[in-house]
């Protein structure tokens, strides 16, 4: 049961995060940096990523209950801040040397969450936490969890190979798709809460 439970959420993680997914959004936002401070922006989006996930695995339900946050609401949230960060990337203004932000706070957001530590991610785990009956269960989440963690941080650790293919050119178009794809979930992400609400409404009544 153990592996096939570290297999499962491995898998479901793993498709959540998409790492090849992130890797256009994670250059586009740090085309303009440097090498290390690219690698720096990577290893603390996945660490500030594991931190959420753990948490919300641990104390997720306790959390939300105590805030009288629901589930769609964090989503919407989520989009909400994807949507400003894909129209900094469509209009350019990720380029400008002036807005850049620093690393911190881009592997802050939207790198560490709402992309890799978001809704989905997080609903899975607390799902995952929900069915576990004892300590091998949450080993192998655990387990799976950091393994899927690791994952995502060697693909853009070593997404910096493709920086050096793309040239300064290659990067702009590339923040332009990424700016799209971003603004694209940003809408799937509102869209779906907004379903959460309309259907908890109507079975409320």
């Not at 959540?16 to 090498?35: H, N, Q, W």
């Amino acid at each position: 049961m153990g592996i096939k439970l570290f297999g499962e959420v491995f898998l479901t993680l793993l498709v959540i995060t998409d790492p090849p997914g992130m890797m256009p959004i994670f250059l586009a936002l740090t085309g303009p940096l440097s090498a290390r401070d690219r690698n720096r922006a990577a290893w603390q989006a996945v660490a500030l990523a594991l931190g959420v996930i753990v948490v919300f695995a641990v104390a997720g339900q306790t959390l939300l209950a105590y805030l009288h946050v629901s589930l769609p609401a964090l989503q919407a949230a989520g989009g909400l801040l994807l949507v400003l960060v894909a129209l900094e990337l469509l209009t350019g203004k990720a380029d400008d040397p002036e807005q850049q932000s620093s690393t911190a706070n881009i592997a802050l957001v939207p790198l560490g969450t709402p992309l890799l530590a978001g809704p989905g991610a997080i609903v899975a785990t607390m799902l995952f936490v929900q069915r576990s009956t004892g300590l091998v269960d949450y080993l192998q989440i655990g387990a799976a969890i950091v393994a899927v963690m690791v994952a995502v941080w060697l693909v853009l650790r070593f997404s910096g190979v493709i920086v050096k293919i793309l040239r300064p050119g290659g990067i702009e178009v590339l923040t332009r798709i990424a700016g799209l794809l971003l603004a694209a979930i940003a809408v799937q992400l509102i869209a779906d809460a907004i379903g959460s609400f309309v259907t908890a409404y109507l079975n409320a009544r």
